[in-house]
């Protein structure tokens, strides 16, 4: 495990933090403070800069302009190996260019945790597969990873990074490929995991409603630089989703919950 | 897989190295005993006909196995490492016009009359070296589309690499026509002084294991690889340079041998797996040995006549890498 940090140290900090990408504004002066045990949903339309600004939060590219801290320390200070201690990203999937079994591929996430001529450890091989099992996948440990399904590979990608067990964790459309049962049974599990850990969660999705179930915060990115951020049960509400996706959508009560629905043309 | 079996595997492949150099050893013209073979290299002179083993195994067998070992190994490590850049398990220098840049240096050198082998290697190197500048500064990215892009941009450097090597050949002096053609078909028959290959290669395969556990990252994504803390653009920028170096030199010492790089990396891969700490130095070991054995071959098969040991390794490459693309055809379209 790695270390805690200070607890005066929130786990990660954005500064007046603006982010475009090829001339085009993301969002400008974002200031966050994301502390341990929450969840922030990045909602937005397809394009609008939701995999660029995660990126940019986990440090894989240049801000514009602002500052992006991790339990207090910048990325330039920390270097990329002890940010990969603190700070873990599941990327959406880019292919397999060559073969591995799953096990191995797990195993990939202990990297950061292992010095230069190490070989994984007995240990690094039980986190593995613990992680595994937690993502329901511990009989196909010796299976290829190219004879998985999308949604078990997707499962595959995120056991690895619970392998990497990072305090930050950053997910770019964790729900793709996952049928509903996996769906929640993922969000379930990293709300736990957080939530033993102290860590943070950010997450790119798609869904509003298991949005607004699995997440404390929000921030819709409306596109051309225009955000807004804040609780999910106050920010969330059928005039600001139907903007935010172009398309009219309804809130039905039931049971004390609200569910955003899409208008639909009989 | 472990450090354990990953240290026997290699272990076996040092033994069966050093056999395929004994065996190099012992074939030939005159033929000698293992016990021959192994007298003449370490015994102390005695008669007659042990001179004259000593004489054929030391001055004349040695270099010129020592030298397609090496550069069996330079051309294995060289393909391993481009796989990994590329994540494309079909790259190799060869597809990718690297030492046709290092055949045009150096047969421009030859053509300008540079005699001396340091010459001809810097020119050799400084082909590599544009080649490989021409094909990755044309085709930047990672994504699916740009790596099509860098396999067509290498298809189209080496075919035009090959254009300029049949310009030169049809302007060539007849007596250095014969030279010429057999160092791009590959001769280690010339290579004199094989230790700079071998300590290049030692360099190399060392560099290349420093790097090893980034390299295994690298190949599941650039994305990720830096998310766990490679530094991926320095990384890429290592890999071009170290295979660049490794193929100008392979291609410098014996002449450029095709299918090795892309073989031989890729039977290691289906026999043992992609973890590079394992992978690279078994397929420079096997590299090795299969170049040493190949041109054992070319110089006895037929003897006294000799083959090119490039034409050599392109019959057995040819089909393996057909057969391979047949069978496997996930491992390029996941």
Not at chain 2, 96 to 114: C, E, H, K, N, R
Not at chain 2, 159 to 179: F, K
Not at chain 2, 285 to 296: E, M, N, R, V, Y
């Amino acid at each position: 495990m790695s270390a805690a940090p200070p607890p005066s140290a929130p786990l990660l900090t954005c500064r007046d933090l603006a982010v475009s990408i090829a001339g085009r504004p993301i969002l400008h002066n974002l200031n966050l403070v994301l502390h341990p045990a929450e969840r922030l949903a990045i909602l937005g339309r397809n394009g609008v800069g939701k995999t660029t600004l995660l990126h940019t939060l986990s440090g894989l590219r240049a801000a514009d302009r602002g500052e992006i801290e991790l339990s207090g320390d910048s990325y330039a200070r920390l270097g990329p190996r002890c940010a990969a201690r603190l700070r873990g990203l599941l990327p959406q999937h880019q292919g397999d260019a060559f073969t591995a079994n799953v096990l191995e591929t797990v195993l990939i996430g202990r990297h950061p945790h292992l010095s230069r001529w190490d070989w994984e450890s007995e240990a690094d091989e039980r986190i593995a597969r613990e992680a595994l099992a937690a993502v329901g996948l511990a009989e196909l440990a010796t299976r290829s990873i190219h004879t998985l399904s999308g949604g078990e590979r997707q499962r595959v990608a995120l056991a690895t990074l619970l392998v990497q067990q990072p305090r930050v964790y950053l997910l770019d459309e964790p729900l793709a490929h996952l049928d509903l049962n996996h769906q929640v049974a993922m969000l379930e599990l990293m709300t736990r995991r957080i939530r033993a850990d102290d860590a943070g969660l950010v997450m790119v999705l798609h869904d509003v409603n298991l949005a607004a179930r699995y997440s404390d915060r929000v921030l819709l990115l409306y596109g051309d630089g225009e955000f807004e951020m804040g609780d999910s049960d106050k920010v969330l509400d059928a005039k600001r989703l139907s903007r935010l996706y172009g398309h009219p959508l309804r809130v039905i009560e039931e049971g004390g919950r609200r569910w955003f629905v899409p208008e639909i043309a009989a | 897989m472990n450090r354990r079996r990953a240290r026997l595997i290699l272990i076996l492949l040092v033994i069966a190295s050093t056999c395929s150099v004994l065996f190099s050893l012992a074939v030939g013209s005159v033929a000698l005993t293992p016990v021959e073979v192994w007298a003449a290299l370490f015994g102390q002179a005695e008669n007659e006909g042990h001179n004259l083993a000593r004489e054929v195994v030391c001055n004349l067998r040695l270099p010129r196995a020592l030298s397609a070992f090496a550069c069996g190994g330079l051309l294995a490590l060289a393909g391993a490492l481009m796989q990994v850049l590329l994540r494309n398990p079909l790259a190799d220098p060869y597809v990718l016009g690297i030492s046709g840049g290092a055949a045009v240096g150096a047969l421009a050198a030859m053509l300008l009359g540079v005699g001396a082998s340091f010459g001809l290697g810097a020119a050799a190197f400084a082909g590599a070296l544009i080649a490989m500048g021409l094909v990755f500064g044309l085709a930047r990215g990672d994504g699916s589309w740009t790596q099509t892009r860098l396999l067509l941009t290498g298809v189209i450097v080496a075919s035009g690499c090959g254009a300029a090597v049949a310009l030169m050949l049809s302007l060539a002096p007849e007596q250095q026509l014969r030279g010429m053609l057999f160092w791009l078909m590959g001769d280690a028959g010339e290579a004199t002084a094989p230790m700079p290959a071998m300590l290049i290669l030692a360099a190399g395969l060392a560099i290349a294991l420093f790097f090893s556990r980034e390299l295994n990252l690298l190949t599941r994504g650039p994305v990720l690889a830096a998310t766990l803390g490679a530094n991926v653009s320095r990384l890429r920028l290592m890999l071009y340079f170290l295979a660049s170096l490794l193929t100008a030199t392979a291609v410098t010492s014996v002449g450029s041998i095709g299918f090795v790089g892309l073989v031989v990396p890729h039977l290691a891969r289906l026999a043992l797996g992609n973890d590079q700490r394992l992978l690279l130095p078994a397929a420079t070991l096997a590299g090795g040995a299969l170049l040493t054995l190949a041109d054992t071959l070319a110089r006895s098969v037929v003897a006294p006549q000799q083959l090119p040991v490039g034409v050599l390794t392109a019959l057995i490459g040819v089909p393996v890498f057909l057969f391979l693309l047949v069978r496997a055809p996930r491992l390029e379209h996941p």
